[in-house]
């Protein structure tokens, strides 16, 4: 699977009820001083393997991946495209502001290199209560980039192969 086509762009508010369920399952047992799962071993399972309903460190790193690589796919065409994304990001890590800033900017940087298909979304404001669209969008932009870096080659003209008055 390809950078591109591990992006998540179908999440739905039944995922985001369903990351708020599994989470819910974490119950805090004052006795031990620790938090118990209350659930069954297959919802732990589901837990652990992460949810599309909640936006974490797996969701940063494919991102920070995919820039990179739309990035370098701008850059293979002459285009100035300078990004560093983080991609180390690790359960339990908590993004400062300042690091969602730039984690946009450099989505918004990309975006604003080349005309965009109408359908694809603006970049969000900001990451501050991020809801379900909006992790959508941030994904889907990066996808049509892709596409439209596919065509862009596969529409050039080679001097000669056109000519004016040609039948």
């Known amino acids: 699977m390809s950078t591109i086509d591990s992006l998540v762009t179908d999440r739905a508010q039944e995922d985001v009820d369903r990351a708020v369920y599994l989470n819910g399952l974490w119950v805090y047992d004052e006795a031990a001083g620790a938090l118990n799962w209350s659930g069954t071993s297959a919802e732990l399972a589901e837990w652990a393997n992460g949810s599309k309903g909640a936006y974490n460190a797996e969701d940063l790193n494919r991102v920070g991946a995919a820039v990179e690589y739309v990035a370098g796919r701008f850059a293979a065409y002459g285009y100035a495209v300078s990004v560093s994304p983080k991609q180390d990001w690790a359960m339990g ?17 990309l975006r604003s290199l080349i005309s965009v298909m109408p359908t694809t979304p603006e970049t969000p ?3 501050a209560n991020l809801w379900w669209w909006e992790a959508n969008d941030i994904e889907q932009i ?3 980039l ?3 870096l596919g065509n862009m080659a596969a529409a050039w003209t080679y001097s000669g192969e056109i000519d004016a008055g040609e039948c």
């Open 125 to 127: 404001g900001d990451m």
């Open 142 to 144: 990066l996808k049509d």
């Open 93 to 109: 890590d908590i993004p400062r502001e300042a690091d969602m800033v730039k984690y946009l900017a450099e989505v918004e940087q």
């Open 146 to 148: 892709d596409f439209l």
